[in-house]
């Protein structure tokens, strides 16, 4: 059942030593121009962005855990509406215009994190060999659940590898790709039964075009499928946490991003 989720703030300490974290997702790249102000800069710029498109477009497949360029990173590909897809990639180039000029917009930040997170599934999508796009049709079934299944899946991490509910239960892949196995099951179950419209809570965390600046947030700092890396805000604890019951590994998660940026500890009984 969705029940109330008990959350309370208790103060830690700040963990000395280490500095602010990264967004995976905001790693300057090499050819970073930042300070650019002119017109004409800005310009090739844009030129280089188009570039970079095309040669994505046009490229053999990679190894997907090896380094990529997070500006080139795919997980726009999720979407089938022509018009999302296009705004989605406008966002990408938009902010990354806007971080190489030193410009960067906070009401840019809740999107930029949706887009974070959306990397990091399809890069876990890769993992499992489970193609990207297009992969938010409502009609797909997860691969573990067809005849044929996916053999890629026993060489990927521990954390992507499918329970026994997935391989049991017929369900939609953008739940295969959360490196958290018992927020899975719960999703599957909560679907299952009628509690839960997977659409709702896919758009809210998910969508880089749409929801509100206060919307529930998963945020990603590190490797994809290390539930280490994962962090999710108060509102997603308040609004989604009923699908957090036997899962502390985002609990913990949470509270140690929070710990080293100094801020209080999250009290959370699920």
């Not at 997702?25 to 310009?43: F, I």
């Not at 000029?101 to 009401?107: A, E, F, G, I, S």
């Not at 399809?122 to 489970?130: M, P, V, Y």
Request: a positive charge.
């Amino acid at each position: 059942m969705n029940g109330p989720v008990e959350l309370r703030l208790t103060p830690s300490r700040p963990h000395v030593g280490l500095g602010r974290p990264q967004l995976v997702e905001l790693r300057v790249p090499d050819d970073d121009w930042r300070g650019l102000t002119k017109a004409a800069d800005r310009r090739r710029l844009q030129n280089r962005l188009n570039q970079r498109a095309y040669r994505r477009r046009h490229a053999q497949p990679v190894d997907p855990t090896a380094h990529r360029d997070p500006w080139d990173s795919d997980g726009y590909l999720f979407t089938t509406c022509p018009r999302r897809r296009a705004l989605t990639y406008a966002f990408m180039q938009l902010v990354y215009l806007q971080y190489t000029l030193k410009t960067p917009k906070p009401v840019s930040l809740p999107g930029l994190i949706r887009l974070n997170a959306l990397n990091a599934l399809s890069r876990n999508a890769a993992s499992l060999g489970i193609p990207i796009d297009g992969l938010c049709r409502d009609e797909l079934i997860s691969p573990f659940n067809e005849p044929q299944g996916i053999t890629k899946w026993a060489s990927c991490p521990e954390s992507l590898r499918p329970t026994s509910l997935q391989l049991a239960v017929e369900h939609h892949p953008w739940t295969d790709l959360l490196p958290l196995p018992r927020f899975r099951d719960n999703i599957i179950k909560a679907v299952a039964n009628g509690t839960l419209d997977e659409d709702v809570l896919c758009y809210e965390l998910l969508d880089v075009t749409g929801g509100s600046q206060d919307a529930a947030l998963l945020i990603v700092w590190g490797d994809p499928w290390d539930a280490r890396s994962w962090e999710a805000n108060v509102v997603f604890f308040r609004k989604w946490g009923w699908l957090l019951q036997g899962c502390t590994e985002l609990v913990e998660s949470t509270n140690r991003w929070r710990q080293n940026r100094g801020e209080a500890k999250l009290n959370i009984r699920l």
